[in-house]
RNA sequence: GCGCCUGUAGCUCAGUCGGAUAGAGCAACGGCCUUCUAAGCCGUGGGUCGCAGGUUCGAAUCCUGCCAGGCGUACCA
């Protein structure tokens, strides 16, 4: 509908240009929008205002001129009226919006679909935890924004790919194998210290046992580097099969487990730094080896190795993400926690230095989540290794709940999530308020099927003149209506807020209209049309929510 | 010190590329089930958009400065 009143009125400009009306043809940054007020009309244009100084006359004039010149060829519009500093006004004839909803009920599955990308071809990495513990609830958040982000470009027409980038390599392995090493001693019957910096978790223990049970007291024969090392293997194998077993459960899928690892193996990283080295990029001081990014916008150069002859972190990653790229990605997204938000400046240089466009690479930070209990927080330290993992609080909510409520805020905000209210099956927890929609009208057609003998939706009832009047119809059309370009902008801004959002507002204009009108009325032609009307907006709702990963259920 | 993020109703937050009278939920109060699921709906009150300038037809939105809070600032990962 917006699209083409927006042809309406470029051609509008031109014809009055050619008629020598207005001094241009252009149309200058103009809009089509909702207004924010229904007294405003449907859709509205800032085209006479933005246009003024193009055109050399005044905002009102223009717009007087290019009604003059309007012409509606599929008759949508049944006024027009020029208001405030001169805005266009749209109202849209009751009979077009019919014709949407047949477009939107026909399109199904599909709609909220579109090309918008293009096929841009994205990759995007996210959760990425390293394997030497269980998910906690903080990584729920990060593969929750990350597998909807994904989701959503790929429905707004770009071809995306998810990856699980797994740190397997480096010194958090190794201590790692050693934390499970001096466990295992334990058992073994040896009176061990246990540093600090080791992972206390109890998990630590469980793996330490297994170890005993495959190999008995054998390891304490063994050269403590090859036992830390044989741990290590074990306990990192484990606990990513357990985080592969805890993403599954909580309806995420990756494209890809990349393995850090695999880089050095082959080779990847000493070729990126010795490339970047010939570049005259990396350069030596004080026995180390540093990379100028500083040159690209960073506050000072870092160190990609060290003077002892380790790589760090950031040599791999740059290896990493030049690999990316050679895969072909026209855009990289990285989903990072948001307190490694000091590192996006190195990071972006070393895109740069690598010879990308700085806005071929993006971070989605995800902030804190604030674990709660009946609005009271709950304890969470990771050094004494208490924390509430993922997969019980996906055990205590339901992955639904969990999915939703971590999509309600935009990731940039810190976000409360209360256990006790995420449980609850009132209006107070969102994610019901929106199912709840999809099972009332899920229980409509079943009530039309078995009652009313209407066991198929038919598109054409909503043709026929005079069935869809009311406020409320109008109003859940215009909303369906304005899903795809939800979608689409969701996806060009990466923020998948906007999605649940709008299932919130559609919800509550259908449980509005149910409370207010009955679907299944005594008029035939009525209940048919409305009953296409209820089973579009399940549709929409449907779709909306497959978008979160949060299934629709038919019944509650 | 420097950098990034945040600041909108009592609370939690939306606010489209700069648009018209800044919205929703919660909390408070008052109503609605012999009718398709009350896990729902309807109504009432509530605002110096952190502060001060600037840009322009127009600013919560863009720019500058300041204030407050959070995070970061390793030859760690």
Not at 498 to 523: G, I, K, Q, S, W
């Amino acid at each position: 509908m917006k699209t083409k009143i927006y042809q309406m009125i470029v051609s509008a400009v031109a014809r009055a240009h050619a008629a020598g009306a207005l001094a241009s043809a252009e149309t200058g940054d103009m809009v089509v929008e909702i207004p924010k007020t229904e007294s405003h009309g449907d859709l509205a244009t800032n085209v006479a205002m933005v246009s003024a100084r193009l055109q050399r006359m005044a905002p009102r004039r223009i717009a007087e001129l290019l009604l003059a010149h309007l012409q509606d060829p599929e008759n949508l519009v049944a006024r027009t009226e020029i208001a405030g500093p001169g805005f266009i006004n749209f109202f849209i004839r009751p009979e077009a919006w019919a014709a949407v909803l047949r477009d939107i009920h026909l399109a199904g599955e599909g709609f909220g679909r579109s090309q918008a990308g293009r096929g841009e071809r994205i990759q995007v990495e996210f959760v990425s935890a390293n394997p030497t513990g269980p998910l906690h609830v903080g990584h729920g958040r990060g593969a929750a924004v990350g597998d909807t982000v994904a989701n959503i470009l790929a429905a707004a027409g770009y071809e995306v790919q998810r990856e699980y980038y797994i740190n397997d390599s480096g010194r958090q392995i190794r201590t790692l194998g050693r934390s499970v090493f001096l466990r295992y001693q334990e058992i073994c019957g040896r009176t061990v210290e246990f540093p600090e910096d080791c992972y206390q978790g109890d998990y630590i223990r469980d793996l330490a046992d297994q170890m005993y049970q495959t190999h008995g007291a054998a390891l304490m024969e063994k050269d403590e580097e090859a036992a830390v090392a044989l741990c290590a293997r074990h306990a990192a194998d484990t606990i990513l099969a357990g985080i592969r077993k805890d993403l599954e459960d909580f309806g995420v899928r990756f494209d890809r487990w990349f393995s850090e690892q695999s880089l050095y193996d082959e080779g990847r990283v000493e070729a990126a730094i010795d490339d970047l080295t010939r570049r005259g990029i990396v350069y030596e001081k004080e026995g180390a080896q540093w990379c100028r990014t500083s040159d690209y916008g960073d506050e000072k150069d870092r160190v990609v190795v060290r003077n002892n002859g380790l790589t760090t972190y950031f040599a791999s990653d740059i290896a990493y993400h030049q690999e990316k790229y050679a895969r072909g990605f026209e855009r990289v997204i990285d989903v990072w926690g948001a307190d490694h938000h000091g590192y996006i400046p190195r990071m972006t240089a070393a895109v740069e230095a690598s010879g990308r466009r700085r806005d071929q690479f993006q971070v989605i930070l995800v902030h804190l989540v604030n674990l709660m209990r009946a609005g009271q927080p709950v304890a969470m330290s990771t050094r004494a290794g208490e924390f509430v993992t993922l997969a019980d609080v996906v055990t205590e909510v339901g992955r639904d709940a969990a999915r939703f409520i971590f999509l309600t805020r935009h990731y940039e905000s810190p976000l409360d999530f209360d256990l006790e209210l995420a449980k609850q099956k009132t209006n107070d927890n969102p994610v019901y308020y929106v199912q709840y929609v999809h099972a009332r009208i899920a229980s409509i057609l079943r009530k039309a099927a078995d009652e009313y003998g209407i066991g198929t939706v038919d598109v054409e009832a909503v043709a026929k003149p005079g069935v869809l009047e009311q406020a409320e119809e109008i109003q859940l059309i215009k909303l369906m209506n304005g899903f795809p370009e939800v979608v689409a902008t969701a996806a060009a801004s990466l923020e998948p807020h906007r999605v649940t959002f709008f299932l919130m507002d559609l919800a509550a204009a259908f449980h509005a209209y149910y409370n207010r009108h009955r679907v299944l009325a005594e008029d035939q032609a009525i209940g048919r049309a409305r009953l296409c009307l209820v089973r579009t907006v399940q549709q929409v709702i449907a779709n909306g929510l497959g978008l979160l990963g949060v299934t629709a259920p038919e019944q509650m």
